[in-house]
């Protein structure tokens, strides 16, 4: 099954949006695993679900745990750190070879992951107010790598389909299934080897570099900011190579350390900047357009599916200006107030953010989906003229076949 369209045309954001529907394509398919982690995680810890609620019901003390949440919380660590990346890495050797591909990519991705470990890499501090974090030192006190699988898993399905390519029609009859088993093993294992000794120490410096990015954007009030690539990339359908490829492996990694969830999951999956756009076009929209956005607005508030409101934006694209300061407030509201979900909202449904946020944080998480709401209206409502102007780019149809041109295909939901 394909988890996404088979993009078409050529290129930059056609080169774009190929990378994105190839990461999104390793990402997709297992969400409902890092949901399942995110769960889990929102009902076991200290702070859960559980336990709020035995200490509301039963009197249990604030630094208590129930038996359950101790019990079931012991597969939080190894899903995060050993599932999650070698399902990554299993999924993206399939998408370049197949079964076998598969499983030379999970083979591999294990080296990746054991590479902090067995090398004994820390992550790098770039300055002097970065806490210096020590090496670790067991299986317990791995970091996840998911950006190591990303790129193992399909690097080293890639060499296993070289060589089956090299070898195809030169075996003798008979010989077939040994050297196709004892090859998958051998260049597994080497590539096993390969991903502790030269990309375990690659990706730590990536991933270094990265968090201290994501860092220095926090710290200075900077993170906002990303709406300005994130709101208009949706539209044109890059948000996968964005939100899948990069936001939700960062924000993961982010959840699993001390903060115990991340800003990083709310940044494109926010259902507010949409349904602020879909309001505006509902009261001041052109009047030929307002019947068809009432169930637009189900669509992409309940159902999450944020394509739906794509074609309104093409229709008067100035539109998109709207989204990016109602998602960059947004995002600021969630910075200031301290928001953050424990895994990815997927879809970006309302319904997904209750479900993935923490007890702490959901009100906050609400509020800065209200703000960004309001704030996508308010300026949506003054670039439509408060209906005064009836001028718009492009009809609904029209717009609906830019937003199929712009995704790679044709979009089943918008259409319908």
Same mark, same amino acid.
């Given at each position: 099954?394909?988890?996404?369209?088979?993009?078409?045309?050529?290129?930059?954001?056609?080169?774009?949006?190929?990378?994105?529907?190839?990461?999104?394509?390793?990402?997709?398919?297992?969400?409902?695993?890092?949901?399942?982690?995110?769960?889990?995680?929102?009902?076991?810890?200290?702070?859960?679900?559980?336990?709020?609620?035995?200490?509301?019901?039963?009197?249990?003390?604030?630094?208590?745990?129930?038996?359950?949440?101790?019990?079931?919380?012991?597969?939080?660590?190894?899903?995060?750190?050993?599932?999650?990346?070698?399902?990554?890495?299993?999924?993206?050797?399939?998408?370049?070879?197949?079964?076998?591909?598969?499983?030379?990519?999970?083979?591999?991705?294990?080296?990746?992951?054991?590479?902090?470990?067995?090398?004994?890499?820390?992550?790098?501090?770039?300055?002097?107010?970065?806490?210096?974090?020590?090496?670790?030192?067991?299986?317990?006190?791995?970091?996840?790598?998911?950006?190591?699988?990303?790129?193992?898993?399909?690097?080293?399905?890639?060499?296993?389909?070289?060589?089956?390519?090299?070898?195809?029609?030169?075996?003798?009859?008979?010989?077939?299934?040994?050297?196709?088993?004892?090859?998958?093993?051998?260049?597994?294992?080497?590539?096993?080897?390969?991903?502790?000794?030269?990309?375990?120490?690659?990706?730590?410096? #990536? $991933?270094? %570099? @990265?968090?201290?990015?994501? /860092?220095? &954007?926090?710290? +200075?009030?900077?993170?906002? !900011?990303?709406?300005?690539?994130?709101?208009?990339?949706?539209?044109?359908?890059?948000?996968?190579?964005?939100?899948?490829?990069?936001?939700?492996?960062?924000?993961?990694?982010?959840?699993?350390?001390?903060?115990?969830?991340?800003?990083?999951?709310?940044?494109?999956?926010?259902?507010?900047?949409?349904?602020?756009?879909?309001?505006?076009?509902?009261?001041?929209?052109?009047?030929?357009?307002?019947?068809?956005?009432?169930?637009?607005?189900?669509?992409?508030?309940?159902?999450?599916?944020?394509?739906?409101?794509?074609?309104?934006?093409?229709?008067?694209?100035?539109?998109?200006?709207?989204?990016?300061?109602?998602?960059?407030?947004?995002?600021?509201?969630?910075?200031?107030?301290?928001?953050?979900?424990?895994?990815?909202?997927?879809?970006?449904?309302? #319904? $997904?953010? %209750? @479900?993935?946020?923490?007890? /702490?944080? &959901?009100?906050? +998480?609400?509020?800065?989906? !209200?703000?960004?709401?309001?704030?996508?209206?308010?300026?949506?409502?003054?670039?439509?003229?408060?209906?005064?102007?009836?001028?718009?780019?492009?009809?609904?149809?029209?717009?609906?076949?830019?937003?199929?041109?712009?995704?790679?295909?044709?979009?089943?939901?918008?259409?319908?």
């Amino acid at each position: 099954m394909s988890f996404t369209p088979t993009v078409t045309g050529t290129g930059p954001r056609a080169a774009v949006q190929r990378f994105g529907a190839f990461l999104a394509g390793m990402i997709m398919p297992n969400l409902g695993a890092f949901i399942a982690w995110g769960l889990i995680t929102a009902l076991t810890i200290p702070n859960g679900w559980v336990n709020l609620i035995a200490r509301a019901w039963f009197g249990l003390g604030a630094d208590q745990s129930t038996a359950f949440s101790t019990t079931v919380s012991t597969v939080v660590g190894p899903i995060i750190v050993f599932l999650l990346p070698i399902l990554i890495g299993y999924t993206g050797g399939r998408q370049v070879h197949g079964q076998r591909g598969a499983v030379v990519g999970a083979i591999a991705t294990m080296g990746v992951v054991v590479a902090p470990l067995a090398l004994s890499l820390a992550p790098i501090a770039f300055s002097a107010e970065q806490t210096a974090v020590k090496a670790p030192a067991a299986l317990s006190e791995l970091s996840p790598s998911f950006l190591g699988a990303l790129i193992m898993g399909p690097l080293a399905a890639l060499v296993l389909k070289l060589w089956d390519r090299l070898v195809d029609g030169r075996l003798a009859s008979g010989f077939e299934m040994l050297v196709d088993n004892f090859s998958a093993g051998i260049i597994g294992g080497a590539m096993a080897v390969f991903g502790i000794y030269v990309l375990g120490p690659v990706v730590n410096v #990536i $991933a270094s %570099v @990265l968090g201290y990015i994501v /860092d220095v &954007l926090t710290t +200075n009030g900077l993170l906002p !900011l990303i709406s300005i690539i994130v709101e208009p990339a949706k539209v044109l359908f890059l948000n996968n190579a964005i939100g899948n490829g990069v936001l939700v492996p960062l924000a993961t990694q982010q959840a699993a350390g001390a903060a115990g969830s991340s800003i990083l999951f709310m940044i494109e999956s926010n259902p507010g900047p949409g349904l602020g756009i879909l309001t505006a076009m509902l009261l001041f929209g052109p009047r030929a357009v307002r019947p068809t956005v009432p169930s637009a607005m189900v669509v992409h508030f309940l159902g999450g599916i944020h394509e739906i409101y794509f074609p309104y934006v093409l229709m008067k694209p100035i539109l998109v200006v709207a989204t990016i300061i109602g998602g960059g407030f947004g995002v600021a509201t969630f910075a200031l107030l301290g928001g953050g979900l424990f895994a990815p909202a997927s879809p970006g449904s309302i #319904i $997904a953010y %209750v @479900l993935v946020s923490p007890p /702490d944080k &959901l009100l906050v +998480n609400l509020v800065g989906v !209200l703000v960004a709401a309001v704030v996508a209206f308010v300026v949506g409502s003054l670039l439509l003229g408060f209906g005064r102007s009836e001028k718009v780019a492009m009809d609904l149809d029209e717009a609906n076949a830019r937003n199929a041109q712009n995704k790679g295909r044709k979009t089943a939901v918008a259409g319908a």
